[in-house]
């Protein structure tokens, strides 16, 4: 009985004693907050303005892909042909059900969505 309990007194004493810091499990995303950065705010100001949540959530897939998927996936080299298939619509991709062309965004205002898409993406 005695072995018991100084076995459980040293279990005790090593939890207690352990790190108080939470550390991510591993493989677990780390997440970066951009949201101080214009392209973040610009992006998400021209998403509030259109459908885009209709369809996308941030960080999971609705109808179309999670953003942080797509950021995940492509890089900035991407931004031009990315803002192509937002105006024009695009599908095969991620699936089958195509994307919506938005002919009425200006190509800028498509980019400035992607670079927000982008910074997303998780470490």
Known sequence: MKKYLAAMAAILLMTACGSSESKPA????????????PDYQK?????????CLTCHKVSE???GPA???????????DISMLADKVVKGGSGV??????????????????QIVKYILLLKTK
């Open 26 to 37: 591993p493989g677990a995303e780390k997440v970066v907050d951009n949201s101080s950065n």
């Open 43 to 51: 992006g998400l100001a021209l998403i509030a303005k259109n459908d």
């Open 61 to 63: 897939k609705l109808v």
């Open 67 to 77: 953003y942080r998927d797509v950021a995940n996936k492509y890089t900035s080299a």
């Open 94 to 111: 991620w699936g089958q059900i195509p994307m919506a062309p938005h002919a009425a965004l200006s190509k800028e205002d498509a980019e």
